[in-house]
Each structure stands twice: as C-alpha cells, then as structure tokens.
C-alpha cells in the first residue's frame, strides 16, 4: 500500500534550518513527484516546490527561492525539504505529499504524508 | 488571505446533504481543474476529487465535485459522523504558476 512517512517534529530557533523528510513505501518512487507544503497556526496550506523523484529536478515557488533546498535519495525512497534563516513565521506543520497530474497536465496529490510539526522559537 | 475561499465550517445531521463551496478566479479555477481533500483529526489529508469532478478508486459515490465559473463545489451525501473532518480545495494558479488551496472548511455532523 502506497505511504509517506514523515520524521518528527522539530524546535528550532531563529535563523537556523531545518531539513524534513519523507519515506516513501509502495510504488516505484522514482517514477513520481514529491511535493512540499505547509500550513501555518490558523493560515491556509502553501505549495512550496516540488521534485521529480526520478530524475532529480527540483521547482519551487518563488516565496521560498533562496532559503529552500528540495532533494532525494533515490536509493531509499526518501525525499526531504530543508528550509534555511527561519523565522518564527516558519512555525507551520509541513506535508510532503505524491504528485499525480490532473487533464491539463497541473499537480494534484494523491498521497499525503502525516505532517511534521516545525516550531522556531527562541 | 487565501487566493481561494471557503466558508469556514458547515453543519448538517446525519443521513443529510451539503455543499462546500470553493470560490476563486479566472487564473485558477475557472480554467483549470479543482482537486478536494479530507484531513480528519490527526490524519494525513486524504484525496477525495480530482480532475472537478472524478473520484479515486475506494472513494464512494457520496462525495462529488462540480464547477460553474469561478467556484467549485464538493458535495457530500448521507452524512455520517465519520465524515467530521477539515475539507480544503486545491487547484493550479496560472498567474502564480502555483498550487493554491482553500483555507479549508470544517464539517460537524451533528
């Protein structure tokens, strides 16, 4: 059965980084992509970036372009975000999740993992 | 605020009907297509709609999407308690080059 596990929650203080992964079981891993999102204390869910497991290409969006870094390990199945200077609007639960493609060819995700709490705090 | 809104909770009794309506704009969901998602307490979101308007395998036919214009639409039939969850919509922003979500709906089957 297809799963994404996450690792653990994290507490980290201001202007560190912090790297999250996700594990994935079932299907091929190399033949889909992972993307990234958060949702912070009473806001809506962001669309970070995402990577194509097979091949290594990463995109993200442009609110995190120079404090987000997006990569694998094919070999293990695993796919991790690693978001740098964090500041305390950083404090979000973060959600990896498999991207399928919907008729126009636009991500939709048909596996999520189960979140991993960030807290930055000092 | 969200590119997309939601209402932020809906009601109804057990065995009843509701829509939760998702409302945005020309750049996202009047021209792409609109994705729905099931987070119950202390699970990972769930997909239930895809493509506006087609279910994954194992989804049952009480859930459905739908779409005029500028506002999507996931309905859900004979209520159950287990349907208590957060319900957010997603779609592609072709003004962003983004995903976006709704701030998410929160039912009560009360």
């Known amino acids: 059965q297809d799963q994404l596990v996450q690792s653990g929650a994290e507490v980290k203080k201001p202007g560190a980084s912090v790297k999250v992964s996700c594990k994935a079981f079932?299907?091929?891993?190399?033949?889909?992509?992972i993307h990234w999102m958060r949702q912070a204390p009473g806001q809506w869910l962001e669309w970070m970036g995402w990577?194509?497991?097979?091949?290594?290409?990463?995109r993200s969006s442009q609110k995190f372009q120079g404090r987000i870094t997006i990569s694998r390990d094919a070999s293990a199945s695993i796919a991790y975000v690693d978001l740098s200077s964090l500041r305390s609007e950083d404090t979000a639960v973060y959600y990896c999740?498999?991207?399928?493609?919907?008729?126009?060819?636009?991500?939709?995700?048909?596996?999520w993992g189960q979140g991993t709490l960030v807290t930055v705090s000092s | 605020q969200s590119v997309l809104t939601q209402p932020p909770s809906v009601s109804a009794a057990p065995g009843q009907k509701v829509a939760i309506s998702c409302s945005g704009s020309?750049?996202?969901?009047?021209?792409?297509?609109i994705s729905w998602y099931q987070r119950l307490p202390g699970a990972a979101p769930k997909l239930l709609i895809y493509?506006?308007?087609k279910r994954p395998s194992g989804i049952p036919d009480r859930f459905s999407g739908s779409k005029s214009g500028t506002s999507a639409t996931l309905g859900i039939t004979g209520l159950q308690t287990g349907d208590e969850a957060d319900y957010f919509c997603?779609?592609?922003?072709?003004?962003?080059?983004?995903?976006?979500f709704g701030g998410g709906t929160k039912l009560t089957v009360l």
């Open positions: 990577i194509n497991a097979g091949n290594g290409n990463t």
């Open positions: 079932g299907s091929t891993f190399t033949s889909y992509a």
């Open positions: 997603g779609v592609w922003d072709s003004s962003l080059s983004a995903v976006v």
């Open positions: 493509d506006t308007n």
């Open positions: 999740a498999r991207g399928s493609y919907d008729s126009r060819g636009y991500p939709y995700f048909d596996y």
């Open positions: 020309s750049s996202n969901i009047e021209n792409n297509y």
